[in-house]
């Protein structure tokens, strides 16, 4: 039985770096659904190992910050005929390998890392909207609202690309039914995270605060992600939904809150 009814269907997906990555478990679900794959990377050397992982779909190279090779690849689709039923946004970017109290970020910083992780949805998104069917469906994937400070700068940026979700719903209803949301993960085993200082201690931390004291995985995160691109989910428009295992629900845990007061 085809649940999620995206047989046959075509979705763009970009951000797949390798196969710890939030868009590999999502186009993989996608993929065992029966779904049409086509992909973008930002380098032409990670085409091969996007390849592999996906040796019968097409890929692009795509650079946000290069408006022009968001256009070539419109137009590459425009001419073969192609339409979309959705559009994975699984890109981000922030120099915090030297972290900073935030109140000395850097603008030149803060510029590349919203234009790479929260306006590049915006850009993608109305560059694509004449290929996208009536109903086609957009997800991003963004952060939980834990605000924790080794996310940095990125913080405030993520909550931005949760706002966009609403506004880009609103302004596309004036022509169409397509639909924007954000899937908001919890702390997750990748490789892009294990690149933020401090983090590994912030998923063990995450980890107990979860109600099953298990963290959260990243194809849990996927799954939800298909189900938002699926028209399974056509009631859904314009939020960020929390995919975090209860940790929102469950910040005064007793287990935790006993250690913290037993070390004081």
């Not at 995160?221 to 691109?229: K, Q, R």
Request: some cysteine; hydrophobic content about 45%.
């Amino acid at each position: 039985m085809d649940f999620l009814g995206i047989k046959d269907k075509t979705f763009f997906i970009t951000g797949v770096a390798n196969k710890k990555s939030v868009a590999y478990f999502s186009a993989k679900v996608l993929e065992e659904a029966g779904a049409k794959l086509i992909f973008s990377v930002q380098r032409e050397e990670q085409i091969s190992k996007v390849e592999k992982l996906f040796p019968e779909s097409e890929i692009f190279i795509m650079d946000v910050e290069n408006e022009e090779t968001i256009k070539q690849i419109v137009s590459a689709l425009e001419s073969r005929g192609v339409v979309l039923s959705g559009l994975l946004h699984s890109i981000a970017f922030a120099n915090l390998m030297e972290p900073k109290p935030f109140h000395e970020t850097k603008w030149e910083d803060w510029a590349q890392a919203d234009r790479i992780s929260c306006f590049s949805l915006v850009a993608i998104s109305g560059a694509l909207k004449n290929l996208f069917v009536e109903n086609a469906s957009v997800v991003t994937i963004s952060i939980s609202d834990t605000k924790a400070t080794s996310y940095g700068y990125l913080g405030p940026i993520k909550a931005s690309l949760d706002t966009s979700v609403a506004y880009l719903a609103k302004s596309f209803s004036d022509f169409s039914k397509v639909r924007f949301n954000a899937v908001c993960a919890g702390p997750l085993k990748t490789s892009a995270s294990a690149g933020i200082p401090g983090y590994i201690d912030n998923y063990i931390f995450a980890e107990k605060l979860t109600m099953r004291k298990e963290a959260l995985k990243t194809d849990e995160v996927a799954n939800t992600v298909a189900f938002l691109l699926s028209p399974r989910s056509s009631g859904i428009n314009g939020i960020g939904l929390r995919v975090d295992a209860g940790m929102r629900a469950n910040s005064f845990d007793e287990e935790v809150v006993k250690v913290v007061a037993n070390n004081l």
